[in-house]
């Protein structure tokens, strides 16, 4: 159980979260979405930041509330859901809490500038507006409010003023906005504000945003006395001032950089640190080890509700329709073909064909990767299954389609005779090829996960029934980082949990790092088959380190290709390399997944032949897979 706030903040140095809407940003979402609309829009997108911040180390988390007042709602319709958006807000937080993390009801300004203009927006409705706001989100369970980015000493003392009568229950932290020399824009002093919040009834004073750390701690400095006159402080700062580049908002404070000076602060009496605008869970991560704040255990049976756990063991013995049909005794291998860019699909239907003819288990289909436009994969994965009887796997995003089109759009596939289904979230809509497109992004990977689960049970996401089961074989994207590995390994430990039954890998490039990957995720009950890409150049090789996320090629690897002048010199190193990989690996891996460059499937033929010659079983999972239909 947690400790009482109140009483364990004045002794303990707390670690809180950083900024939401830069880790939803960074997932995709599009700069003008109104982000306190996501808690009801994509749940399961805001429970995934929320834990991600609780892996780095948070034992507080604030709402996605920010800005879920009535003036701010009403600029997008949503005036009168303001009590929903809040308490909804409140709901995912805690559930991502569990026992051990304390949940911040975030409350901002009201977007209503002070001094008020009576004939504009009068003071009861101020009022109401916050009022309203504070009781859905004690109505969601939260532990605490915090009121933060405020400017105005009047305004805050107002907000004060309300918690203290809405809910006077909850302990309240109070947050302003000192920009330059420990003073508000209007230029109040710190230690003034400090202490005036204090005596309006706020539990931890303190600020937030601003310029940076460095101002931060000198308004810090100022407020210290504060903290000796009792009151704890709190400090949640901006990862340096901002930047434009391109259309990306870059913040240059460096997590050890911020880290080493949030250390200044716990000297001053900060017992509440945090970050805002610009920092990540790695800047959380690097506080935590920094302050050396033991981190918070967190255990999946914990996180998923009482029905997520019963719907997930009754998924994990399903193993659908691709992986059924596996050979026993055979390495199972996938190649992927991307549908083309245009209409004439001939040369990826003799691709198919070829690739059917030596071996292959399934072919697989991204869906627009990179956000650029192509030939819809679920009609050319029906083409494919149609014309040469083999396995499709089409990948699924939750970029361009909402909660509904999903759902159809996947009871249509069942109807298609497709039989396995790669969820992934999407790349951003920001890389597109075509104008005026924007990400939906209503499901993440894990929506569509328990969606899929769902549809293998027969219901749909309402609960009702579909009167029949789809018999999708459910897949997950798991990208494999030698150097940080636990996190991801972590989100694929949960995409099992919600019915993930095989994992395909970003491109591999060394036989070390497979090994590592494999004894990491020993203990993981799925089917991982190692991305292998075969490069074809110096250049394709630096584009993919480069430019893709997620892929990194050996320095080795790329020094070798460029000793080459003659592209063709290249791609005979490169695809001598990829060939000796193959066969130091094929012995004990659970499959392959073959990603043909450039659409070039005679490439992946070349593999399909090898594998298939050699012989290899690999690890042998698949045949215990096999046997479960």
Known sequence: MKPDFSEYVRNHVILADGALGTYLYEKGV???????????QAPELIFSAHEEYIRAGSQLIETNTFGANRFKLLEVGADEQVFEINRAGAAIAVKAAGHQVYVAGSVGPCGIDFPLEEEDVSQQEIRDAFATQMTGLAEGGVDLIILETFSSLTEILLAIEIARQAVPDLPLIAQMVFPARGTTVRGADALSCGRKMAAAGATVVGTNCGRGIDAMVMAIEKMSITAEEGVPLSAFPNAGMPEMVGHRMIYPAQPSYMAARSSEMVKYGVRLIGGCCGTTPDHIQEFRSTLKIKPVRIRGARIQTVEEEVEAKSSSTKPG???????????????ELDPPTHLDVDGVLKGAQELTAAGVDAVSLGENPLAILRTGNLGMAARIRQETGIQTIIHQTGRDINALGLQSRMMEAHLLGIEAVLAVSGDSAS????????????????????????????????????????NFSIGAAFSFRPENPTTQINRLERKVGFGARFAMTQPLFSKEVV???????????????????????????????????????????????????????????????????????GSFIDGFYLISPLNKWDISLRFVRQIREAGWKGSGKADAYASLE
């Open 515 to 585: 090994e590592q990957m494999l004894e990491k995720t020993k203990n993981v009950d799925i089917l991982i088959f190692p991305g292998i890409f075969p490069l074809i150049s110096s250049r394709n090789a630096e584009f993919l380190h480069n430019e893709v996320p997620g892929i990194s090629v050996p320095e080795m690897l790329r020094r070798q290709l460029a000793k080459f002048e003659d592209v063709a010199d290249q791609r005979k190193a490169a695809l001598d390399y990829t060939h000796t990989l193959v066969e130091e690996i």
């Open 321 to 335: 329709g691709f992986l059924s049909t596996l050979q026993s005794g055979r390495l199972p291998i996938v190649v």
């Open 30 to 40: 599009e700069r003008e979405k109104n982000l306190d609309l996501l808690n009801v």
């Open 431 to 470: 890389s597109t090829d075509q104008p005026g497109v924007s990400g939906v992004f209503d499901m993440r990977s894990y929506g569509l996960l328990r969606m899929l689960s769902q549809l293998n049970r027969g219901h749909n996401q309402a609960g009702r029934s579909i009167k029949k089961q789809t």
